[in-house]
């Protein structure tokens, strides 16, 4: 499975913007599939998850409210939709995607560990 993200550019505080994460197609419903962020010198991070068996989905805090993750059918896409912008959103998203039977869920979506598919990442930059 080979996961790449496009959608990454500069933008102003207050923009939207949305990244695409294209190879999920593939995955069955027992997929687990996020988008993590990670800037120099800080540990990746979790922004928000998806289970593709339920729709099921979970956020950070930093992003709640304001960016919304989807399954685009018609482009077989994971998408993230990101609304008002701030500077501190400025990083390195990535895609990433595991199956996730028996560990998914509210308290360890955002467990790096469990992905083992990933995208190469694509720079979002706020400014």
């Known amino acids: 499975v080979q996961l790449v993200e496009s959608g990454g550019r500069s933008v102003h505080a207050g923009d939207s913007l949305t990244l695409s994460c294209f190879g999920v197609e593939s995955l069955n419903t027992d997929y687990s599939l996020s988008w993590f962020r990670q800037t120099p010198g800080k540990e990746r991070e979790g922004v928000a998850a998806?289970?593709?068996?339920?729709?099921?989905?979970y956020y950070s805090d930093s992003v709640k409210g304001r960016f919304t993750i989807s399954q685009n059918r018609a482009k077989g896409t994971l998408d993230l939709q990101m609304n008002s912008l701030k500077p501190e959103d400025t990083a390195t998203y990535y895609c990433a995607a595991a199956l996730g039977v028996g560990w998914f869920g509210p308290t360890t979506w955002d467990s790096k560990a469990r992905y083992y598919y990933w995208g190469q990442g694509t720079q979002v930059t706020v400014s």
């Open positions: 998806l289970y593709r068996g339920n729709g099921i989905t």
